[in-house]
């Protein structure tokens, strides 16, 4: 069955590495959803979260193939449990003096925050896991969205374990 | 006193030559004249002068599959090191130790567009087992060593290092040099998996004892584990038949009983029963490309299959198996050996000796005498008796090989197999040539594949290399041929070849001997003679057209439709 799931990479940050890794996806037909990729704790190191599309079977090939890049250093899926995911929205959304403090205070109950106010637009800076962002953006199509700037996906196991 | 200063180009063959490597296959260019020009001055590795850079890839290639050493070219920027891709990506897909060093642009130019800069690291991403930009000298050492420990060990494959040329001149101290050399390489994401599980090889151990119908299907991972003596007692004590994968051959000798000729497409029709018939499959070191598993679902569709591999991205990817064990072949059968004690499956066997008499690989003979391109491939077989290397481009006369000349020793078949790569024929026999001087090698090629690469001819005049060059010319791309017959109502479209070179006069203009063959009674009486000979020799086989390679399970299908088992096609 195709699912989408969050795949944890953890890289030596080597000249050309994402390059490396999206070119193996590319030709071996690997669908990739969302990437966020930054730096960690260790250096030299990258983190990237990937989501990725596919059945049990492709998802196990996909960490294989990715193992296999000889810079990166582990791989894993986030299991469904137990699994922080959060992803960053800042989304500018058409406003008038009339619907400004509606749209504030649904903003406020998805804990939002305001950046930008102007006398016919406002930029709401939003975190969240996917259904949460995507319940916001249905509610601001009422208002008329402008722009959306979303990252990808990144994610924590609770507890101890990486 | 002044320190000691020691040059990137310095380095670099400094690195290659304390990693063991004494021989290297290049051609020069703006680029890599630093190399060049220490090369020179070096004068402790020996360097090949290609004709081509894609010749000097394939070469490298045909040396380290000779040998099993590593082999290593060089090219300059730019088209240089783009005239190494096909040679790369062939390295790639046969999984061939390949260190590939090109020469870039300086690295203030690098990005500019600069005269010969080409992103050869972008270009050689897909097909590359891993890949360096240097970017500084005092990366250079570690680079060069880990290329190399990369390259040879686990599965190999290819590896490119690419220097731009302000690198190849920069300086540092030898004190420091000999410092950065003596580090530890640091690969924490790289440990191929040696050892296999236990509990999976004691799985794998219960299943082949309990087997009634097994068979092993082994392929180049034998030969790159360099355990075809542990997979041949292993097959004799558990008395196991075996099949090979084209590039499996020669891990089995072609006379043994037990043996039942190559698998898959082209097949024999005793292998390809075996595989329908089998109860357990032993998989060690291939990879269920679609040339073996055209369906891979119908594939061993009755057998529950072990399958071992070094890499675990092989495992599950083309077919689901019962008992993966990712590990070193050699580790793997030396368990298998040690737990098996000796198993007979005689019934089994003699099931398969039925078939193969039933089912021998034939051909019609040649009308009035004319040459049959499976005639020369016998004669040639009586001739080199099992002991020779013999190489070979791609297509019809590469499954002829495959199907009539008997290999008795590992890395004998030189072939292009993952990526068939035509024109791969002559410049691999070039580099094994080198690699064995005292062994006979001859290239096998069409008269499509020749006209590819024979600019690097030039080398079996430049280095008195003795080696045989047999072009079976049927005057068509063969295959291509075969399968528009086959499957497209005989639309030849783009595939006569009537319009070919005087191969004689390119001999000439070579300066090497050269020898027509037309009929069946002209080979039996030149062959041996021109096979024998201690000079370079280009032997024209001007062999019938239209001759198709038999039996044959079409592309995508599984072996309940192989067609011509008989040596002759079925009327429809």
Known sequence: MHKSYEMLIITKNTNGIVARIMSMFNRRGYFVQKMSAGATNIPGHARLTLTVVGDEDTLDQIQKQVYKIVDVVKVKIFPEEGTIRRELMIIKVKSDNETRAQIVQIAEIYRGNVLDVAPNSLVIELTGDTTKLQGFIEMMETYGILEIAKTGVVAMSRGEKM | ?572
């Open chain 2, 1 to 572: 006193m002044k320190n000691k200063k020691i040059n990137g180009s310095r380095i670099l063959l400094e690195c290659l030559y304390r990693l063991g490597i004494r021989e290297m296959f290049g051609y020069p260019g703006g680029s890599v004249i630093p190399i060049y020009d220490e090369i020179y001055k070096f004068g402790k590795l020996k360097h090949y002068f290609s004709r081509h850079e894609q010749g000097a890839a394939h070469e490298a290639d045909g040396y380290a599959r000779a040998s099993g050493r590593i082999g290593v070219c060089i090219a300059t920027s730019g088209p240089g090191a783009t005239n190494t891709v096909t040679g790369i990506m062939t390295a790639h897909m046969d999984s061939v130790p390949l260190l590939a060093i090109t020469g870039q642009v300086s690295s203030n130019l690098l990005g500019k567009d600069a005269f010969q800069e080409s992103d050869i690291v972008g270009i050689t991403l897909p097909i590359t087992k891993n890949s360096y930009l240097v970017t500084d000298i005092r990366d250079l050492p570690r680079v060069i060593k880990e290329a190399y420990y990369i390259a040879t060990t686990g599965r190999p494959g290819p590896v490119l290092v690419d220097i731009p040329k302000d690198i190849q001149l920069d300086e540092i101290d030898y004190e420091e040099f000999e410092i950065l050399y003596s580090k530890e390489l640091d690969l924490p994401g790289y440990d191929p998996t040696i050892k296999g599980h236990p509990w999976q090889i004691k799985k794998a151990v219960q299943l082949i004892k309990e087997a009634k119908k097994p068979l092993i299907i082994a392929g180049a991972g034998v030969l790159k584990s360099m355990c075809t003596e542990d997979l041949r007692e292993f097959a004799r004590k558990a008395d196991i038949p075996v099949t090979t994968t084209l590039l499996g051959l020669g891990v089995m000798p072609s006379d043994d009983e037990l043996f039942l000729g190559m698998l898959g497409m082209h097949g024999t029709v005793t292998a390809n029963f075996a595989t329908a018939e089998a109860d357990l499959v032993i998989a060690a070191g291939i990879r269920f490309d679609d040339r073996i598993a055209g369906q891979p679902n119908k594939f061993c569709e009755q057998a529950k299959i072990i399958h071992v591999d070094i890499d675990p991205a092989e495992i599950g990817k083309n077919k689901k198996v019962e008992v993966p064990i990712v590990g070193d072949l050699k580790n793997v059968l030396e368990s298998f050996n040690k737990s098996i004690d000796k198993l007979e499956h005689r019934d089994w066997v003699e099931q398969l000796n039925l078939w193969k008499k039933e089912y021998p690989l034939t051909y019609e003979n040649g009308k009035d005498g004319r040459l049959m391109p499976q005639d020369v491939m016998v004669g040639l077989d009586k001739i080199l008796d099992g002991n020779a290397i013999v190489t070979t481009d791609v297509g019809q006369h590469q499954m002829w090989v495959a199907q009539y000349i008997r290999f008795n020793n590992p890395n004998s078949l030189i072939t292009s197999g993952g990526a068939g790569t035509m024109g791969f024929g002559i410049p691999s026999a070039i580099g094994a040539q080198i690699a064995k001087p005292h062994v006979k090698v001859v290239a096998i090629v069409g008269d499509g594949g020749f006209q590819m690469t024979f600019q690097e001819l030039m080398m079996l005049r430049h280095y008195d290399l003795p080696l045989k060059v047999v072009i079976i010319n049927n005057s068509y791309l063969g295959m291509v041929r075969q399968w528009q017959e086959m499957f497209n109502d005989g639309r030849y479209s783009f595939v006569d070849l009537s319009i070919n070179p005087d191969f004689g006069k390119i001999a000439e203009a070579y300066d090497l001997e050269y020898a027509k063959i037309e009929s069946k009674e002209e080979l039996d009486k030149k062959l041996r003679g021109l096979i024998e000979s201690d000079k370079a020799t280009i032997i024209e086989c001007r062999v019938e057209k239209e001759v198709n390679v038999l039996p044959m399970i079409p592309s995508g299908s599984s072996v309940a439709n192989m067609v011509g088992k008989r040596g002759v096609l079925e009327d429809a």
